[in-house]
């Protein structure tokens, strides 16, 4: 039986951190039962090891002892330990160096340029897979016939120089591994369509394609708008995509486990991966030791967007690594044009040699929400309160009082969703369920999900003139998925809506050309949609979304969160907040520490 998660044990400075609440009880008990097993008592080691696993809950892969008092800058005065005296303790410590207890060596600590990190060894192992593979795939570069390649260019990408989707592409018949950022609506879609067109061109039709996303949500539409530009490319008709998880193969007798790893590797030519933002350090391990050098990766993604929940901003750390050798000269004599283009600066040249474009041109937003996530991007808080006062009808900010707007949204699309789905409209309710979404940063307390979801509910009632209670599934409640469901082919974060068909219920989710349909007592993990976290819309997009800000104290208001928040609009996006709060926010980059590309 596993122990209950009590911290009756935490003792002296412990204690402390946990009741200032920078330690929640799960971590300090991990920690305690590191220490008993590997035979540690000393308690800066064991703090150390709480904040560490604190650190994998908030995103980050290690800790910087040298800089452990900025992990809770406003937490107030706690008995931080002294960083040289730290560090000598956790060199010496059982759990760096096996004790008599054993060989159990749950601590690695790496001394960087930048000072000491601490990692529980198994990050730190995944983080060298990926460090390893990356470095090994840049060990040499693809073979490419140059004329057929700019002649393929230049018939996929006629625009004038600098083109980066065209860089990109050219990246990717020169490169082993490709990373495309791009906040959304910059064509990494777009571009990744064309890059299939050029390596078919390339290599013959027989290239084996895998297109895959980290759920299910992101690789249908990887595959909708991958296959919608099929023919105008002259791809194969039918490419699938499919979630990362199955890509590798789950085996179902030991989860965590796949069918392709290091001694069975993916047999494909080359493996699009889309949404990498939101693929942990545990799942990028995985797929790194499963792929043959010979493969070409193509990683796309938002490296600005929040981090994914699980440990590891990896698509991030990668398009963060200073160059670690320059561009090839099998680029250069592809793209010579955009590389000298005056509006290509030499920062981003250098990102070239490690295989990384970033596009920046949106394509779908309006100029106005493009502008503001820009700023917000940047931390530049003037410019992005200069775009919110604007008078742009694309973004507005609101005070907390005045929500005459939002309710409008709520009950337009909420009497839009209860009649699509009485009628049994199944392509209007899942229509109406992208019209507009309420966000927030917290779950509880007066901007939580849980206060905006009831007041939310009381608006329709209201204006529906009926007493809709979400307990009872009635047709027309959004729903939202908060566990994978492999069997179902739910993933966490996957939003529905309750329709009424052939006499009974379904619930439909959105899969691009047929909706998934699954009957309500399937569903394990639901809840009611009328409001979610901003971490929970990760990866979608609405026609207009209202972002409800905390108050600027909340340290859970980041840039990166806002951004992400912004991000989620197509048409238009409503703040509810101050512009106390918008400022904290922008003043606030998320703190996360990783070794990748920092350590020797
Ligand atoms: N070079 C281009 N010329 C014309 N239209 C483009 C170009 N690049 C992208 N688009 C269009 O812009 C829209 C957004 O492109 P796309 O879906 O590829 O962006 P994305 O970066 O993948 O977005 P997301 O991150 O939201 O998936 C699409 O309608 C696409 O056809």
Redesign the pocket.
Known sequence: MTAPLTTLRATGALRAFEAAGVLAPADVHVASRLGRLGGETSEPVLLATALTVRALRLGSVCVELGRLPDLAADAGDLPWPDPSRLTEAVRRSPLMTGGAAGPLTPLTLVDTPGGPLLFLTRYHRQEEIVRTALADRERDRPAVDLGAAAAALAAL?P?PAP?R?RVAAALAATEWTTIVA???????????ARILALLFALHGPALRVALAAPTGKAAA?LQE?IGA?AEELGLPAGLVATTLHRLLGPRRDSRGRFTHHAHNRLPHDVIVL??TSMVSLTMMARLAEAVRPATRLIL?G?PDQLASVDAGAVLADLVARPPARPPGPALARLVPGDLGAEGFPDAERDQLGNAVIR?R?G??FGAGIAALADAVRRGAADEAMAVLTSGDETVDLRPPDDLAGVRDDVVTTGLALLDAAERGDLTAALAALGTHRLLCAHREGPSGVGHWSRRSLAWLSRASGRVLDPDRRYPGLPLLVTENDDDAGLSNGDTGVVVRRDGGLVAAFDRGAGPLLVHPARLSSVHPAYAMTIHRSQGS?YDSVTVVLPDETSAILTRQLLYTAITRARRRVRIVGRESAVRAALGRPALRASGIGRTP
């Open positions: 990408f625009g083109d989707q791009g906040g959304p609506g910059t064509g990494k879609t777009h571009t990744a539409r708008s530009q889309d949404e796309l938002d596009l041109h394509h779908r997009q």
